[in-house]
């Protein structure tokens, strides 16, 4: 299971896009609205549909886009 935890300033939507190591899209999660503050999202239940290894993680918001690298294990 992978938690992704993040801060926002402001609440307001937050879109996440899991790309491939080259960059290409694997898979766009559906927009969430989020809070002010400390939140997360739990990747485990979407995580069995990627193979393992490295992604990058692009997290967009009102306040712009942001982008982090994880590893799937298998």
Do not use: C
């Not at 307001?12 to 491939?20: A, L, Q």
């Not at 999660?29 to 692009?58: K, M, R, S, T």
């Amino acid at each position: 299971r992978t938690r992704i935890v993040y801060v926002l300033d402001t609440a307001g939507p937050v879109k996440f896009i899991v790309r491939n190591a080259q960059g290409r899209l694997v898979q766009e999660l559906a927009p969430i609205e989020a809070q002010a503050g400390e939140n997360y999202i739990d990747y485990e239940q979407v995580a069995w549909q990627v193979a393992g290894g490295v992604y990058i993680l692009q997290m967009t918001t009102e306040a712009g886009t942001y982008y982090h690298t994880m590893t799937v294990m298998k």
